[in-house]
Every structure is written in structure tokens, then in C-alpha cells.
């Protein structure tokens, strides 16, 4: 299945390269590539990832890469990555 990257997600995915980079720009490297490696196994699993908690629909689903959290929506042509967050963070639904 073809994954699609939201705008949004990629924008996630240049900041954490970014912040990383400060530091390690190597580091950074392999923290984006191990990242977009599993936008690969949900090509091939879509339904590998567990729900997201903050929604608990099948649809909404989501792999972790480090403390990453690649959170994704299966459409049934495609996969969209909606959001790359810090594990740390709850940004999907306001409490």
C-alpha cells in the first residue's frame, strides 16, 4: 500500500532533524532514517501498529521509532502519516 506523508508530518520530521542536528547532525540522520523505515513496515502491515489511545478507532493507528511516535491513517488506496511526536507529548485531543 502507498504511504502518503502529511505536510504537517514531514514539518515534525525536519524539526526533529533539526533540534537533533544541534547536536549530531549524524545522529539526526539515523533518527529520521530509522522514522521513515517504518512508514516502510506500514506500507506492508498497515494493521501491524496498536490504535492510538487518544482515539481508539482502527483506522488511527501508530509505531514508535525511539521515543517517536509515527501516527498514521489507513484509507483504503492509501496510508497517510498524520503526525511524528515525542512520545512525551499528547498533542492529538484536548483533555
Given at each position: 500500500?502507498?504511504?502518503?506523508?502529511?505536510?504537517?508530518?514531514e514539518q515534525q520530521l525536519e524539526a526533529i532533524y533539526a533540534f537533533i542536528a544541534?547536536?549530531?547532525?549524524?545522529?539526526?540522520?539515523?533518527?529520521?532514517?530509522?522514522?521513515?523505515?517504518?512508514?516502510?513496515?506500514?506500507a506492508a502491515f498497515p494493521l501491524a501498529g496498536r490504535k492510538v489511545p487518544e482515539y481508539d478507532l482502527d483506522q488511527i493507528r501508530e509505531v514508535f521509532s525511539?521515543?517517536?511516535?509515527?501516527?498514521?491513517?489507513i484509507k483504503s488506496d492509501q496510508i497517510d502519516v498524520l503526525a511524528v511526536?515525542?512520545?512525551?507529548m499528547n498533542v492529538l485531543k484536548d483533555e
Open positions: 500500500m502507498k504511504v502518503h506523508w502529511t505536510e504537517t508530518a544541534l547536536n549530531s547532525p549524524t545522529y539526526a540522520l539515523r533518527t529520521v532514517d530509522r522514522i521513515t523505515q517504518k512508514s516502510m513496515q506500514i525511539g521515543p517517536y511516535r509515527l501516527i498514521y491513517y511526536i515525542h512520545c512525551a
